[in-house]
């Protein structure tokens, strides 16, 4: 017999970033919902960056550690979930040995840019 059980999961509820830090209320204007796949390769680190509305996403291969300016450090590996900084400088790293990737969903705004460098 087949399993037709149906399971939703929650990876992750939170109204704070991986570092402790409040999300911002939701910007003002047209909202546009943008999600990415990200694939940094084996030791490449990615630029000092911030974002300025609420995204979250879920690594789904490899290794990656982020950092933000303060010093604070998240270690992911596959299936764990972030809720990312937002308007924190931070940047990310990948230290493994393989690609890492990433889906991350943006709450953004229609026409601004999700990430600042």
Known sequence: QIDTTIISQTLVKSTHSWDGSQLPLYSEGQPEVTILKITIPAGVTLPLHQHPYINAGVLTK????????????????????????????????????????????????????????
């Open 62 to 117: 490899g290794e990656l550690t982020v950092v933000s300016k303060a010093g604070k450090k998240l270690i992911m590996t596959a299936g764990d979930p972030i809720v990312e900084l937002v308007n924190i400088w931070h940047f990310g790293e990948n230290s493994g040995n393989v690609p890492a990737e990433i889906i991350v969903f943006y709450a953004g705004i229609k026409g601004q840019s999700l990430t600042i460098k």
